[in-house]
């Protein structure tokens, strides 16, 4: 029978495409993932890969079995659910990844309505960036991530996942409450505005920009930062404006003046997991009071519009 690990192994290599990517995603070293992977070709006397330059390619036999070995892993994270069900009880270790704000805002409420109703229920939750928590997910060190998808950008759906989307997240502009930008009554008088805006490689820092940009605004950035918390702080104390997201407003924005951008933007929150696990009973309790969590949030309805529309369609 062919060794699961080592099948795992070679499934992430097809996924990966080289051994010190593999290596340094399940921390191993480079010389133990060639050993397991040269043991597996001995055992099933094939070629599975080759040289190929400096680097090592699967042959086709290698890509087949690399496809099997997703399957079958799947439908081992299947089996794993249904016997999950089976037991009648939600127990057992949840890990999660998330980014900040889903942190600051979701995952509280949600921690507490698992404790009182799956006290069985251990979640561990990690801060991760969007890209590294699936990267995470499919290499199987979490069990599920949120992730959020801007106006505008390309859905993310990794192959082998299941999506389940959780709010959609109105994307609000934050003004001092006193001092020269506080009165702010369109984007246009923010064109000298000090802005605390998110990096600019990162996709939100993108969109922020390009959605300004729009709206004929040039953003001048004083203070770049991917942490809301600390943009919100700027704006309170007068040194910055600020675009964040809506599910910090409840709690965060005091000493501010919140408004809706025009257009109304909204990103769409969503968690993923891997597709074989989707039916686990841990996995649908926690989507479940999450939903719930979100669903508590502060109603955003009556915060006004800024004027000054953005010049062609939405970015």
Same mark, same amino acid.
């Not at 991760?128 to 199987?140: I, W």
């Given at each position: 029978?062919?060794?699961?690990?080592?099948?795992?192994?070679?499934?992430?290599?097809?996924?990966?495409?080289?051994?010190?990517?593999?290596?340094?995603?399940?921390?191993?070293?480079?010389?133990?993932?060639?050993?397991?992977?040269?043991?597996?070709?001995?055992?099933?006397?094939?070629?599975?890969?080759?040289?190929?330059?400096?680097?090592?390619?699967?042959?086709?036999?290698?890509?087949?079995?690399?496809?099997?070995?997703?399957?079958?892993?799947? %439908?081992?994270?299947?089996?794993?659910?249904?016997?999950?069900?089976?037991?009648?009880?939600?127990?057992?270790?949840?890990?999660?990844?998330?980014?900040?704000?889903?942190?600051?805002?979701?995952?509280?409420?949600?921690?507490?309505?698992?404790?009182?109703?799956?006290?069985?229920? =251990?979640?561990?939750?990690?801060?991760?960036?969007?890209?590294?928590?699936?990267? /995470?997910?499919?290499?199987?060190?979490?069990?599920?991530?949120?992730?959020?998808?801007?106006?505008?950008?390309?859905?993310?759906?990794? =192959? /082998?996942?299941?999506?389940?989307?959780? %709010?959609?997240?109105?994307?609000?502009?934050? %003004?001092?409450? *006193?001092?020269?930008?506080?009165?702010?009554?369109?984007?246009?008088?923010?064109?000298?505005?000090?802005?605390?805006?998110?990096?600019?490689?990162? =996709?939100?820092?993108?969109?922020?920009?390009?959605?300004?940009?729009?709206?004929?605004?040039?953003?001048?950035?004083?203070?770049?930062?991917?942490?809301? %918390?600390?943009?919100?702080?700027?704006?309170?104390?007068? *040194?910055?404006?600020?675009?964040?997201?809506?599910?910090?407003?409840?709690? *965060?924005?005091?000493?501010?003046?919140?408004? =809706?951008?025009?257009?109304?933007?909204?990103?769409?929150?969503?968690?993923?997991?891997?597709? /074989?696990?989707?039916?686990?009973?841990?996995?649908?309790?926690?989507?479940?009071?999450?939903?719930?969590?979100?669903?508590?949030?502060?109603?955003?309805?009556?915060?006004?519009?800024? /004027?000054?529309?953005?010049?062609?369609?939405?970015?």
């Amino acid at each position: 029978m062919l060794n699961l690990h080592r099948l795992f192994l070679l499934h992430e290599l097809h996924r990966l495409e080289t051994m010190s990517a593999v290596a340094r995603t399940h921390s191993l070293s480079p010389s133990a993932v060639s050993q397991q992977l040269s043991h597996l070709e001995r055992e099933t006397k094939v070629t599975l890969f080759e040289q190929s330059g400096r680097r090592v390619a699967l042959t086709d036999a290698g890509v087949q079995l690399a496809r099997r070995a997703e399957e079958m892993l799947g %439908l081992l994270e299947t089996a794993e659910a249904e016997l999950a069900h089976a037991q009648g009880e939600v127990g057992g270790v949840l890990r999660v990844a998330s980014f900040q704000t889903p942190m600051i805002a979701l995952a509280p409420a949600t921690v507490s309505v698992l404790a009182q109703r799956h006290p069985d229920l =251990r979640l561990e939750m990690a801060q991760q960036e969007v890209e590294d928590a699936y990267e /995470g997910l499919l290499a199987h060190a979490f069990d599920v991530i949120l992730g959020e998808d801007y106006p505008g950008g390309q859905q993310v759906v990794r =192959r /082998g996942t299941d999506r389940e989307g959780v %709010l959609q997240d109105p994307l609000l502009l934050v %003004l001092p409450d *006193h001092g020269p930008w506080a009165g702010a009554r369109s984007l246009a008088e923010l064109a000298d505005a000090p802005w605390a805006l998110d990096p600019e490689p990162t =996709r939100t820092g993108v969109w922020e920009r390009t959605y300004l940009r729009a709206a004929g605004v040039e953003p001048h950035v004083r203070f770049g930062t991917q942490d809301p %918390l600390l943009q919100v702080h700027l704006v309170r104390s007068g *040194h910055a404006v600020a675009v964040v997201p809506g599910i910090i407003a409840s709690e *965060h924005l005091g000493g501010t003046r919140p408004l =809706r951008l025009p257009g109304d933007p909204h990103r769409t929150l969503y968690t993923a997991a891997r597709a /074989g696990a989707a039916g686990h009973p841990a996995l649908l309790a926690f989507r479940a009071a999450l939903r719930e969590a979100a669903a508590a949030l502060t109603d955003l309805q009556g915060l006004d519009t800024l /004027g000054g529309g953005i010049r062609g369609r939405e970015p």
